[in-house]
């Protein structure tokens, strides 16, 4: 069974830093993508930024150039640096994977359980 685990959420003062992380493990195929999201209170899941098997990445606009998402295969972890954080980036941060064989078309989508990360002075 496919886990992911996330990890790095804090409270953090406004302009700080964080720096998620997220280990997969049961998995058999290399993820395709991975990525993370973002529930703000009171509001829809949403795409922070994922990165491809092939190291493309994608980012929210409002990320603005703050985050830097990337992934090591070799230790099956994704992992998100956080820069600048605004009390706006106040959410639970979800890390996602599409987790299905190499030549099949449909994803399969799966979640962690999430990691709270607050920004409050």
């Known amino acids: 069974q496919v886990q992911l685990v996330e990890s790095g959420g804090d409270l953090v003062q406004p302009g700080g830093s964080l720096r998620l992380s997220c280990v997969v493990s049961g998995n058999r195929f290399t993820p395709k993508v991975l990525g993370w999201y973002r529930q703000r209170p009171g509001l829809q899941r949403e795409l922070v930024a994922d990165?491809?098997?092939?190291?493309?990445?994608k980012y929210a606009d409002f990320v603005q150039g703050r985050f830097t998402i990337s992934r090591d295969d070799a230790r099956n972890t994704v992992f998100m640096q956080m820069n600048s954080l605004k009390p706006e980036d106040t959410a639970v941060y979800y890390c996602?994977?599409?987790?299905?064989?190499?030549?099949?078309?449909?994803?399969?989508?799966?979640w962690g359980q999430g990691t709270q990360v607050t920004v409050s002075s």
């Open positions: 996602n994977g599409d987790f299905s064989h190499p030549k099949d078309p449909w994803p399969l989508s799966l």
């Open positions: 990165i491809s098997s092939d190291g493309v990445t």
